[in-house]
């Protein structure tokens, strides 16, 4: 990983969107079904907004409009916890 991401990466963490503070607000601290999570990650050539480490079974992409994060923040949630029961192909 170069610095050049992990700079990006800490830019990123402090100015983050309406739905990203809203969605880690419900995922920081292993709120959210014992799960930790972790924001703003290099991972490869890409950033990673919210990341579960304790999986350490590969990286499953779930993407969500800052729309479904807002006005469904329910539905993201469940989704997010359907994937993290869900077993890795």
Same mark, same amino acid.
């Given at each position: 990983?170069?610095?050049?991401?992990?700079?990006?990466?800490?830019?990123?963490?402090?100015?983050?969107?309406?739905?990203?503070?809203?969605?880690?607000?419900?995922?920081?601290?292993?709120?959210?079904?014992?799960?930790?999570?972790?924001?703003? %990650?290099?991972f @490869?050539?890409?950033? &990673?907004?919210?990341?579960? !480490? /304790?999986s350490?079974?590969?990286?499953?992409?779930?993407r969500?409009?800052?729309?479904? %994060?807002?006005? @469904?923040?329910?539905? &993201?949630?469940?989704r997010? !916890? /359907?994937?993290?029961?869900?077993?890795?192909?």
């Amino acid at each position: 990983m170069t610095s050049e991401r992990r700079e990006f990466a800490r830019a990123l963490r402090k100015q983050p969107t309406r739905a990203e503070t809203i969605l880690w607000g419900r995922l920081r601290s292993s709120r959210f079904h014992g799960a930790k999570f972790r924001r703003q %990650v290099p991972f @490869d050539r890409f950033v &990673v907004d919210f990341y579960c !480490h /304790a999986s350490k079974l590969g990286v499953r992409i779930v993407r969500f409009t800052n729309e479904e %994060v807002c006005d @469904d923040l329910d539905s &993201v949630l469940a989704r997010i !916890h /359907a994937e993290l029961r869900a077993p890795f192909d």
